[in-house]
T-cell receptor, first 116, second 109 residues
Framework: GAVVSQHPSRVICKSGTSVKIECRSL??????MFWYRQFPKQSLMLMAT?????????EQGVEKDKFLINHASLTLSTLTVTSAHPEDSSFYIC????????????FGPGTRLTVL | KQEVTQIPAALSVPEGENLVLNCSFT??????LQWFRQDPGKGLTSLLL?????REQTSGRLNASLDKSSGRSTLYIAASQPGDSATYLC????????FGTGTSLTVIP
């Protein structure tokens, strides 16, 4: 399967600051990348879907101006949490897919964000 | 909207026991179903992928079945080991991936 990395693995920031999380597909041309959020003891919730070279599609309830997604190449997508607040503290996980419906998704190791 | 439910939410078994984890989903119009393992504070590791046209998949001590018409999948783990302790998530792929809430498994040495 594809190897997906995320950076950083953990980040602590002050309320009001912005944080950028990178998702890289190391050996796979990822036409589609997905960003998920997982709160403690809850399952993964899809935040947005991004296709290389186009705007991301956000799920209902996810603020696109707060969670900025850029998918500039087939190997890199970034999620920027702008003006972070303590309630944004969560585990953020990205996944990659080649884009066809029958393919697997391959997940990154996740980024733990703590907003003080 | 697709809803995915996993039962039980938590399971504790002695080492060596065979066990079954259950996953049910409300919309049978899926492309595939995938079982994952998640260790505490870590990402997801894919265990098995079953396409909608398939009935089961096997990998080592793991066997996953899919009954799309009834909206059910099971993950069978044979001869459980302490290293199997983790949270197991199932996810169905329709237009997007929908995840269950997971089963937290503890295998007691």
């Amino acid at each position: 399967g594809a190897v997906v990395s995320q950076h950083p693995s953990r980040v602590i920031c002050k309320s009001g600051t912005s944080v950028k999380i990178e998702c890289r597909s190391l050996d796979f041309q990822a036409t589609t990348m997905f960003w998920y959020r997982q709160f403690p003891k809850q399952s993964l919730m899809l935040m947005a879907t991004s296709n290389e070279g186009s705007k991301a599609t956000y799920e209902q309830g996810v603020e696109k101006d707060k969670f900025l997604i850029n998918h500039a190449s087939l190997t890199l997508s970034t999620l920027t949490v702008t003006s972070a607040h303590p309630e944004d503290s969560s585990f953020y996980i990205c996944s990659v897919s080649s884009g066809t419906s029958y393919n697997e998704q391959f997940f990154g190791p996740g980024t733990r964000l703590t907003v003080l | 909207k697709q809803e995915v439910t996993q039962i039980p939410a938590a399971l504790s078994v002695p080492e060596g026991e065979n066990l079954v984890l259950n996953c049910s989903f409300t919309d049978s119009a899926i492309y595939n179903l995938q079982w994952f393992r998640q260790d505490p504070g870590k990402g997801l590791t894919s265990l098995l992928l079953i396409q909608s046209s398939q009935r089961e998949q096997t990998s080592g001590r793991l066997n996953a079945s899919l009954d799309k018409s009834s909206g059910r999948s099971t993950l069978y783990i044979a001869a459980s080991q302490p290293g199997d302790s983790a949270t197991y998530l199932c996810a169905v792929k329709g237009g997007q991936f929908y995840f269950g809430t997971g089963t937290s498994l503890t295998v007691i040495p």
